[in-house]
């Protein structure tokens, strides 16, 4: 599965733990408080599931969205992102 996870956490020590899970599981940061990447369903699950432990303050949010490969195929992005994202046969792969 595909998916996308924006964040926005006021702790820096917590958003820095979450961009350490985040990467720890194979997701890719694009932006600062932007990761995605493929991942299997069971990791998802577990990625589901430990996401509200970073919730620690009532104006912190996080973002879990699952993307189709259309989404993917026909996303367009401006300017230097800090991954580069390419499908290839089926598979995303951040460069």
Known sequence: MIILIAYDI???NTRLKLASYLQSKGLARI?????TGTI???TLKDVD???PGFVK???DVIHLIPLLEYSLKNM???GN???QIKLE???LRVV
């Open 76 to 78: 367009k992005h401006y």
């Open 57 to 59: 303050n009532s104006d």
């Open 81 to 83: 992102p800090l991954s």
């Open 10 to 12: 006021a702790d820096n």
């Open 31 to 35: 932006q600062k408080s932007v990761f």
């Open 40 to 42: 299997l369903p069971a």
């Open 89 to 91: 046969r089926e598979t």
């Open 49 to 51: 599931r430990a996401l």
